[in-house]
């Protein structure tokens, strides 16, 4: 059974950079079916997709938030890692790692944690 | 790109079929057979229900099922019970570099 498990720091300043890293367990990181996303929800609200990271180190972002994302990963460890700089109150969302097919659909999720921006 | 356009709420009572629209445009809904279907609980992860259109995981049951007319894709959950009280959300590959989700449902069983 694959697992994810998102990891870093709850709370983060503004225009300070968010560093989030998520550890795939029961699972290879490096199958090439898979992408390893990050995606996130503010309180009461939707989902959005933040962007992913293949097992060769390419990646693709929301052209929203593509200026201020950098995704990579390390198989060595088997993790990926988010980093989102110059965050502000709107960046406040609980942040989710997840297994992609593609980008047809997601199928194992992290438990998700929550960052917030503030002074 | 915008979100796909949900019902920010549906119901239904015990045993009855309900079904949440998920409406968007010929360049993602309408362009791919690639819609996936989300359900999630207060304070849980999302849960794949439903994959390019009309596929169900393994594990989820048959009650759910997916379709696509158009512009507009649906999932259906039939024999409606009070563990499906939920939010669902789609969502639809857009290009090779991005998708989009909607908005998402709450969905009460009365």
């Known amino acids: 059974q694959v697992q994810l498990q998102e990891s870093g720091p709850g709370l983060v300043k503004p225009s300070q950079t968010l560093s989030l890293t998520c550890t795939v367990s029961g699972g290879s990181i490096s199958s090439g079916r898979y992408y390893w996303n990050w995606i996130r929800q503010p309180a009461g609200k939707g989902l959005e997709w933040i962007g992913r990271v293949y097992t060769t180190g390419s990646t693709d972002c929301n052209p929203s938030l593509k200026s201020r994302v950098t995704i990579s990963v390390d198989t060595s460890k088997s993790q990926f890692s988010l980093n989102l700089s110059s965050v502000a109150a709107a960046d406040t969302a609980v942040y989710y790692c997840?297994?992609?097919?593609?980008?047809?659909?997601?199928?194992?999720w992290g438990q998700g944690t929550l960052v917030t921006v503030s002074s | 790109q915008s979100a796909l356009t949900q019902p920010a709420s549906v119901s239904g009572s015990p045993g009855q079929s309900i079904t949440i629209s998920c409406t968007g445009t010929?360049?993602?809904?309408?362009?791919?057979?690639?819609v996936s279907w989300y359900q999630q609980y207060p304070g849980k992860a999302p849960k794949l229900m439903i994959y390019d259109v009309s596929n169900r995981p393994s594990g989820v049951s048959n009650r759910f099922s997916g379709s696509k007319s158009g512009n507009t894709a649906s999932l259906t959950i039939s024999g409606l019970q009070a563990e499906d009280e939920a939010d669902y959300y789609c969502s639809s590959y857009v290009s090779t570099i991005t998708l989009v989700f909607g908005a998402g449902t709450k969905l009460t069983v009365l």
């Open positions: 010929s360049s993602d809904v309408g362009g791919f057979n690639y």
């Open positions: 997840a297994r992609g097919v593609y980008l047809r659909y997601f199928d194992y």
